[in-house]
């Protein structure tokens, strides 16, 4: 009740605001969850939201899906993931032109291949890639219109400005290299560093990890192959979730990597090592 009131309370304060975050709403389901032990009733957080606002089902369903991957409910959150391709919410962001509801779209449709690879099998994952790709050939046609049209825009010839009357001397255009001469170029806001951004070339991934495995432990499974960076994937506590991913120099150092496909740890653990595809590549 105390999480709902104070729902009301925002929403009369702030008419019209929309937490993309979801700051209030994720505690609310997670303390309902874990603290009341009413998953349901978490659950029912996010269907709330769903009802609200229909402008926002990427996001929400985004969230959803993390809250039942939070419980282990994979197969619940793989229905999530097949609820939203298939119903209205990514059909309605497809006839609209937001730039930031489609990309919201596609991030949500790559997740769920690299949630089928992480958690699933090749026929699940096979299953997911079927019922995603009209969304992604739709978003790929938008794409390409787009380009075409920005292509036609700028070959459009521009019209020649009128003479200057005789005995005028004409106007410099101050964007003009003869404006900017004897300036001081203009510098170039710093920013804070870009967040890195893993292509996944060259990569391995790995799965089931035991929770105490580290990164060091690991990349000495591939000690023989050149071995370039080692990222066990964990949850917000820092505990391990289970599979890594494992980057290598080159691609032959990548196919002896991949040569421990079936490798047993001194635990009795065998894993499972394949190749790591982009999302969206077959």
């Given at each position: 009740a105390a999480f709902s009131e104070a729902h009301q309370v925002l929403e009369s304060a702030h008419p019209g605001f929309f937490d993309r975050e979801f700051q209030l709403h994720r505690y609310w389901a997670r303390c309902e969850a874990t603290l009341l032990g009413d998953t349901d009733a978490g659950r029912a957080v996010w269907e709330g939201l769903l009802s609200q606002h229909a402008g926002h089902q990427a996001e929400i369903f985004a969230q959803f899906i993390e809250y039942e991957r939070q419980l282990d409910e994979v197969q619940r959150a793989r229905e999530l993931f097949s609820r939203f391709c298939g119903g209205e919410g990514a059909r309605e962001i497809l006839k609209g032109d937001k730039e930031s509801k489609t990309f919201a779209l596609e991030h949500l449709l790559h997740s769920w291949l690299r949630f089928e690879r992480e958690e699933g099998d090749a026929h699940q994952y096979q299953l997911a890639a079927q019922q995603i790709e009209?969304?992604?050939?739709?978003?790929?046609?938008?794409?390409?219109?787009?380009?075409?049209?920005?292509?036609?825009?700028?070959?459009?010839?521009?019209?020649?400005?009128?003479?200057?009357?005789?005995?005028?001397?004409?106007?410099?255009?101050?964007?003009?290299?003869?404006?900017?001469?004897?300036?001081?170029?203009?510098?170039?806001?710093?920013?804070?560093?870009?967040?890195?951004?893993?292509?996944?070339?060259?990569?391995?991934?790995?799965?089931?990890?035991?929770?105490?495995?580290?990164?060091?432990?690991?990349?000495?499974?591939?000690?023989?192959?050149?071995?370039?960076?080692?990222?066990?994937?964990r949850d917000r506590e820092g505990r391990s979730r289970g599979f890594a991913y494992v980057e290598f120099e080159s691609e032959d150092a990548l196919a002896k990597g991949l040569s421990k496909d079936g490798h047993t740890l001194p635990g009795g653990q065998a894993l499972s090592v394949l190749r790591s595809k982009p999302p969206g590549v077959e």
């Open positions: 009209p969304a992604l050939g739709a978003l790929r046609s938008q794409k390409l219109a787009a380009r075409e049209k920005g292509i036609a825009k700028k070959q459009k010839p521009t019209p020649t400005p009128p003479a200057a009357p005789a005995g005028k001397r004409p106007r410099e255009n101050p964007a003009s290299p003869a404006a900017e001469e004897g300036r001081e170029p203009r510098k170039k806001p710093r920013g804070d560093a870009p967040a890195p951004v893993y292509l996944d070339t060259c990569t391995a991934f790995v799965k089931p990890l035991p929770e105490d495995l580290g990164e060091e432990r690991l990349a000495a499974v591939f000690s023989d192959g050149g071995v370039k960076d080692v990222r066990i994937m």
